[in-house]
């Protein structure tokens, strides 16, 4: 079950979510079509998809392909401890597993990060 809460869909209500098809990548590499969209009801508007947490993971293998489970483990516990425990505090309104992994590849695909509200470029 992925999350449904208010916090999720409008991390989720953006072009960079929106513009996604609901895939996923396989163990093989194998990019495999996940079904239909989750339909939400968000803003007045029907908001198409709200991905889970599969469908992040892929994206993120599709940045770095090259690399292994143990490399993005580590990668992951870097910006991890560097964006929240010790400098930007960025994840204080992270709420959920999926919630963690947007922010994760917000951060990295678009250099954006969440504030509660909206998505925003991360200071150079």
């Not at 960079?16 to 239909?36: H, L, N, R, S």
């Not at 469908?55 to 392909?65: N, S, V």
Request: proline share 5%; aromatic share 18%; hydrophobic share 35%.
């Amino acid at each position: 079950m992925t999350d449904t809460s208010p916090e999720y869909i409008a991390m989720c209500d953006c072009p960079e979510v929106q513009g996604k098809p609901p895939t996923f990548i396989g163990a093989d590499g194998t990019e495999y079509f996940a079904g239909t969209k989750n339909l939400l009801q968000w803003n007045g508007r029907d908001l198409g998809f709200t991905p889970y947490q599969h469908h992040i993971q892929g994206w993120l293998y599709k940045l770095r392909h090259d690399q292994d489970f143990r490399w993005w483990l580590e990668y992951f516990h870097g910006w991890l401890y560097r964006d929240h425990f010790r400098e930007n505090k960025t994840l204080t309104h992270i709420a959920s597993m999926e919630q963690l992994w947007l922010a994760f590849y917000m951060h990295e695909a678009h250099g954006k990060t969440w504030d509660g509200r909206e998505w925003n470029e991360v200071p150079e």
